[in-house]
């Protein structure tokens, strides 16, 4: 008997996992998840956008309108991939690869930098011409990080529990 053929690739396994974690996010607006991976293919971090620990989701605001920044999320989400990378407790991220569901911010991306990440695989950019972005790909550029879109196979991946 031979193997089986039709297993997905570490992209998509890798990438699932990203778009998996992205469910955890209880913000109304973006869902975002991404999964830190060693240069072996195990996975060594992941994380979605939400707040930091001991600050409750009740307790805090979850919209991104109001007149005074105070009462906006924006100055209380931590990001998927930083809370990816203060959630490694194993040493070294040097050399790892960056699944995510969105292109990093010019924030995360100082942090993925000082971290030793190596390479960025995004499922989409849709912020790709804001200040931010522009800036995390001049740094990533800077820094020698690679960073390339997903490229779906089509392939479903499903979940059932």
């Known amino acids: 008997m031979d193997k089986r053929a039709d297993y997905i690739s570490w992209d998509e396994y890798f990438m699932g996992v990203a778009m998996l974690s992205a469910q955890r996010s209880k913000d109304p ?16 971090s992941m994380g979605y956008n939400g707040f930091p620990n001991g600050c409750e ?15 906006n999320k924006y100055a209380y989400v931590a990001h998927s991939e930083l809370n990816a990378i203060l959630n490694y407790r194993g040493g070294s991220l040097e050399g790892s690869k960056l699944y995510v569901t969105l292109f990093p ?10 971290a030793g990440i190596r390479e960025v695989i995004y499922a989409d950019d849709k912020y790709a011409d804001t ?13 020698g990080i690679v960073y390339k879109p997903y490229t779906p196979t089509g392939r ?6």
């Open 131 to 143: 200040p931010s972005v522009r800036a995390a790909k001049r740094m990533m550029k800077a820094a």
């Open 57 to 71: 989701d009740d307790e805090f605001p979850w919209g991104k309108t109001a007149e005074d920044p105070y009462d």
């Open 105 to 114: 911010c010019n924030e995360c991306t100082k942090a993925l930098i000082q």
């Open 156 to 161: 479903p991946i499903k979940i059932t529990v």
């Open 29 to 44: 607006n973006s869902q975002v998840g991404c999964c830190i991976v060693s240069p072996t293919n195990r996975i060594l």
